[in-house]
């Protein structure tokens, strides 16, 4: 099954079920970005707007993309702020989005389902303004090596879906290679605890 079709099924149940994942996303963004000030956002791969209703409070706009439909239609029942554009668009293609529109884009949890990051940093730079952030919080590769990798519950059985291992040398010689430079690179654990593998990664790049 594609992973635009797995997304589509998932969508009912993506901001109900038990996620840890979903949830230390949150917190991650939240942190982090709560130390940045921005105005216009691109957020790649929105989903179900879980983060938009936050990016929101401290944006004037946002613009979410996301080649689900129906994890759109939950992001747009969500929030209906004139200020919020939702646009079906798959990442891997072109974004329709202005040259330096954004001063501040996130990706969260979804580069895990695109297989050359290159592209993706590449249509970054250019959408950004100069100096403008690029926020990424993704499933610590860490976990990947485990096994781990986006999934829910079906009637049948748990559904995995299609993913690509990066790391972290692909996400920081990328960034690099594509003009942006490192702010800041953070580790995130279950329950605070440094013993256990960290579940995500997140990268703050500027645009040079
Ligand atoms: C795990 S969800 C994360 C959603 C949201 N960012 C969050 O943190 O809750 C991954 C999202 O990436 C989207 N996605 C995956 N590959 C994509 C692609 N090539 N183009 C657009 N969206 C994509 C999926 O449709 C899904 O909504």
Redesign the pocket.
Known sequence: MS??KA??I??NQ?DTNKNR??DL??RS?IETLSNYNFENVL?????????TVWLLSKAKQVVG????RE??NKAKEKISDQRVAFKK?????SWGIDNNFADLI?????L???DDLNPIFKKANQKLTKNGVLFI?ELHPFKQYTGSK?QYETDKGTKELEVFVHHISDYVGSAKSNGFKLLEINEWFDNHSKKEIPRLISFVFSKI
Do not use: P
Request: proline share 0%.
């Open positions: 992973i635009e997304y589509d998932w969508a993506y994942t979903r996303d949150k963004t957020e790649l791969g929105c989903g179900t707007g879980k983060n993309l996301d080649f689900s994890m759109l668009t798959d990442l891997n293609e996130t990706c969260s949890l979804t895990e389902h695109i919080s986006a």
